[in-house]
């Protein structure tokens, strides 16, 4: 009977045992979980954070498109201004010149 009562306290050790290992390695399991899961939400915070600094410089780099679209016009606007002045410096020098041969000038 001794015998019968070892075998059973044996198999209560071994499974009280069992049971103990069971929740420590759950224990650990529910651990990794919450680092796993924050881990993910960091990652997913960069991302976030990635995906916002991209759309800011697309929206830099739309706005210096437009930027220089802008000086591009003035830049053609002020050539044709050039333009205009040296057509007009031109005809200034061109009737000096006349008066000049006719004796008018200076």
Known sequence: MSKTL?????????????????????????????????????????????????TCASEENQQLKESLADARAEIERLKNKENEADALLQKCLDLFEEQVERGEGL
Do not use: P
Not at 6 to 35: N, P, Q, V
Not at 40 to 49: K, M, P, S, Y
């Open 6 to 54: 070892r075998t059973k306290s044996d198999a209560i050790k071994y499974l009280a045992e069992m049971g103990h290992l069971a929740c420590d390695r759950i224990e650990h399991l529910e651990t990794e979980l919450a680092d796993a899961r924050a881990e993910i939400e960091r990652l997913a915070l960069e991302v976030e954070n990635k995906q916002y600094t991209i």
